[in-house]
């Protein structure tokens, strides 16, 4: 078992920024990445990006892509998420989850294994 926790989220105004942070229970070994996804009220849960622990190769959805940087602490088991030039639509819960055999379809909900709680974000207009 794996546990994930979240932390970082809260409101802030168009334009502003937040840093998510996502701290796990284990060690990284193998093929394990970790990604951010977001749920607003009434739709699915997308995919945000993506980090490959070792190599530290990620991934962007083109909705963050530019605005959005995923990076990780080994020696914290962190990852984190700077939000820039937040808007509106990207309030949501985000929601960050671990992939122990990462596989290249990131942006699926089924490719991973473990999820945190989720935290708000709030982009006020």
């Known amino acids: 078992q794996e546990q994930l926790v979240e932390s970082g989220g809260g409101l802030v105004q168009a334009g502003g920024s937040l840093r998510l942070s996502c701290t796990t229970s284990r060690r990284a070994f193998g093929n394990y990445a970790m990604g951010w996804f977001r749920q607003a009220p009434g739709k699915e849960r997308q995919f945000v990006a993506v980090i490959r622990w070792y190599s530290g190769d990620s991934y962007y959805a083109d909705a963050v892509k530019g605005r959005f940087t995923i990076s990780r602490d080994n020696a914290k088991n962190t990852m984190y998420l700077e939000m820039n030039s937040l808007k509106p639509e990207d309030t949501a819960v985000y929601y960050c989850?671990?992939?122990?055999?990462?596989?290249?379809?990131?942006?699926?909900?089924?490719?991973?294994?473990?999820w945190g709680q989720g935290t708000q974000v709030t982009v006020s207009s």
């Open positions: 989850a671990s992939d122990t055999h990462f596989s290249g379809r990131y942006d699926y909900t089924g490719e991973y294994d473990y």
